[in-house]
Every structure is written in structure tokens, then in C-alpha cells.
């Protein structure tokens, strides 16, 4: 991908992988919430380790775009396209 044509579906399957860990996130958070209420303490780690994951996927996926960004910025007008 070097192109900001071959970026637009790359970006936008990123963003649909970030929404979906996004809404997984949500439902771990829930959960833990839920499973505090109810006394059960075992739910709480998984469900962290599991939300921390996601958090390093999601950063990483960040990371790459703003890379993606860069080098695309650092071309020639001409090369663009």
C-alpha cells in the first residue's frame, strides 16, 4: 500500500476492525461491571487481559496509520495518486 488509493480500503477496514474492538471492549467493561455487582471476582482478570489486548491492537492499528500517513505526506506531488 502506498497510494492514497490503495490507503482508502485499508483505512477503511481499519476502522471497521477498531469499531468492532471498540463494542468488544464495551461489553468486556460490562461484564466486569456486572460481575462486581454480583461478587465474582474471577470474571474481573480475563476480562482485563482480554481489554488490555484489544487496547494493544487498537494501538498498534493507530500506529500504522499514522505511519501510513507519513509516508504518503513525505512524497512528491507527482508520485501521489
Do not use: K
Amino acid at each position: 500500500m502506498g497510494t492514497p488509493r490503495q490507503g482508502l480500503p485499508l483505512f477503511t477496514a481499519m476502522c471497521v476492525l477498531i469499531g468492532t474492538l471498540v463494542v468488544i471492549q464495551l461489553w468486556l467493561l460490562a461484564a466486569a461491571i456486572d460481575a462486581t455487582l454480583s461478587d465474582q471476582q474471577a470474571v474481573l482478570l480475563p476480562a482485563t487481559l482480554a481489554s488490555v489486548v484489544l487496547l494493544g491492537i487498537n494501538g498498534a492499528l493507530l500506529l500504522y496509520a499514522l505511519d501510513f500517513d507519513r509516508r504518503l505526506s513525505g512524497r512528491a506531488p507527482h508520485e501521489r495518486d
